[in-house]
Structure formats: C-alpha cells, structure tokens
Nanobody, 125 residues
Framework: QVQLVESGGGSMQSGGSLRLSCAAS????????MAWFRQAPGKEREGLAT?????STTYEDSVKGRFTISRDNAAMILQMNSLKPEDTATYYC?????????????????????WGQGTQVTVSS
C-alpha cells in the first residue's frame, strides 16, 4: 500500500511562483515513476511532468521551461515559476509507470495506480 499527500498549494498572482511537495509513504520501493497532474473543474486530468527512479524527467509542452519536477529526500517537488491564470487547477501527485516516449500527455493518467488527494492552486491576473 502507498500513500501520497500533496502540500504547498495556494493563491498567487500571475508571474509568481509556488512550490508543491508530495510526501510518499508505505511500500515506496515499488514506485518506479512519479508524476504531477492537474485538473480544472469540468476538464480532463492533465499530465504535467514525470520523474523515474534514476532521475530522468519528462514535461508536457505547456509547462516546459516554467515548471521543474525533482526529488528531495522522501518528497517529490514541483517548482512552478511564471504562473499564469490558466494554471489554476487542483494539482495531484501520482505513482505508477512512466509513459513511453511519444505517449500523449492526456493519456498518462492510465499508467498511474496511486494518487494523492490534491492541492488547490489559484492564479489571478
């Protein structure tokens, strides 16, 4: 069993930064890949970034150059810079299998078994 808990969400003006953290507990030795997703009301869950167990990363085009995924001790981090109003959503961390090269980001969620409860990010203009 794996438990994931997100923290660090909040409200920020356009151009600002937020740092999200995901704490993992339980049978973490089975976690080959971790990822960040987001979902706005009425929209599908969107994959943003992944990191595997040797530190290789993958980014969705809309956040590449603005967001950075990393691992810091027992936590997975999403550093979000240059925030835009369209970044407003509930952000989720997840654990499962990393998507293969070329897999469309809107399909990534099918590969992840474990999910956190989410943390809200609101960006105002």
């Amino acid at each position: 069993q794996v438990q994931l808990v997100e923290s660090g969400g909040g409200s920020m003006q356009s151009g600002g930064s937020l740092r999200l953290s995901c704490a993992a507990s339980g049978n973490t030795y089975r976690l080959n890949c971790m990822a960040w997703f987001r979902q706005a009301p009425g929209k599908e869950r969107e994959g943003l970034a992944t990191i595997n167990n040797i530190g290789s990363t993958t980014y969705e085009d809309s956040v590449k150059g603005r967001f950075t995924i990393s691992r810091d001790n027992a936590a997975m981090i999403l550093q979000m810079n240059s925030l835009k109003p369209e970044d407003t959503a509930t952000y989720y961390c997840a654990a499962g299998s990393c998507p293969p090269s070329g897999m469309l980001p809107h399909l990534w969620h099918h590969l992840f078994r474990f999910w956190g409860q989410g943390t809200q990010v609101t960006v105002s203009s």
